[in-house]
């Protein structure tokens, strides 16, 4: 059976074979940040110490046959990167214990957003017209999304996923300047170490053992972490990017119906109203930025 389905899967095309990692990329982070929700006993420094934990012990095998992946240089640059993936990481976890499902999904689009003013400063590129004004279509959505006039309470689980997504774009653009020297996977096993050992003090602080249950689903967690990247990476790399990436959105519809069937989370008008405003503007940078690079004005 899995001879035909590996036979099957190398005869769709490549964008076919690009969209199934897509949606299996979402499907692994909706499970990541479900589990984050369902274990929010556990402070977000213990969730992030017993995931990346998990993910080290997985990797552990690989690195010990072929050390080699993990590349050399730029050490200090790689640091700075996996700090503020951890910081990120934490304001995430935090984001999605406190807000919605949806909410918290539709907030951590704006990591596109960041990234346009951050490419200008590190990296000297330019915002055009067009660019700039999806921008600002994009944070008024996050307003919408944030809703400072309705009923409930505008505070630090806003700040913190939209500070989650200032720092992942902050790791993405430094990819840029490590991509000459270590590939995804030595990126990879670099975060996921440094992450590990990065998160050790911060759970000390908050130390609580987890049930052999709750620990179980930290695996399945972390396991569910690494799943997602790795499928986003190999989807976007199968087929065309800019037709893929809006593929990433079904993370919110899925997390609609999550929090709907499991959490009782109704999504509001606003939500609704500035999640679409916000992808729309994420996906015009997107097709901005190919139209760019394929040398269109």
Avoid at 60 to 68: E, F, V
Avoid at 116 to 134: H, I, M, N, Q, Y
Avoid at 196 to 216: K, M, R, Y
């Amino acid at each position: 059976m899995v001879p035909f389905l590996s036979a099957g899967f190398a005869r769709l095309t490549p964008n076919l074979r690009g969209a199934v990692w897509m949606i299996a990329s979402a499907v692994c982070f909706t499970v990541m940040t479900v589990l984050v929700k369902r274990l929010a006993g556990y402070s977000p420094p213990l969730q992030l110490f017993f995931s990346q934990l998990a993910v080290v012990i997985g990797l552990t095998p690989t690195l010990i046959r072929k050390p080699g992946v993990l590349g050399s240089g730029q050490f200090m640059l790689l640091f700075g990167r996996a700090m503020t993936a951890v910081a990120g990481v934490l304001l995430s976890y935090y984001s999605f214990q406190e807000l919605p499902l949806a909410d918290a999904n539709a907030l951590s689009f704006t990591r596109a957003l960041w990234m346009a003013p951050l490419g200008v400063v590190l990296l000297g590129e330019r915002v055009g017209p067009g660019r700039a004004a999806a921008l600002i279509a994009g944070f008024i959505g996050v307003l919408v999304v944030v809703n400072p006039s309705a009923q409930t309470e505008v505070g630090w689980p806003h700040a913190a996923a939209i500070g989650s997504a200032l720092l992942f774009a902050l790791t993405v653009v430094s990819i840029k300047l490590l991509a000459k020297q270590h590939g995804t996977f030595s990126l990879l096993c670099w975060s996921s170490i440094l992450g590990f050992l990065l998160s050790i003090p911060p759970a000390i602080l908050v130390w609580t053992w987890p049930t052999p249950g709750d620990a179980a689903l930290f695996v399945v967690m972390g396991a569910a972490s690494v799943g997602a990247q790795a499928c986003y990476i190999k989807g976007m790399t199968c087929g065309n990017s800019v037709a893929l990436a809006p593929l990433d959105y079904l993370r919110l519809i899925f997390a609609v119906i999550i929090g709907v069937c499991f959490f009782n989370e109704v999504p509001t008008l606003s939500m609704v109203a500035g999640g679409a405003l916000i992808i729309v503007s994420t996906v015009s940078i997107t097709l901005w930025e190919a139209r760019t690079r394929s040398g269109h004005p």
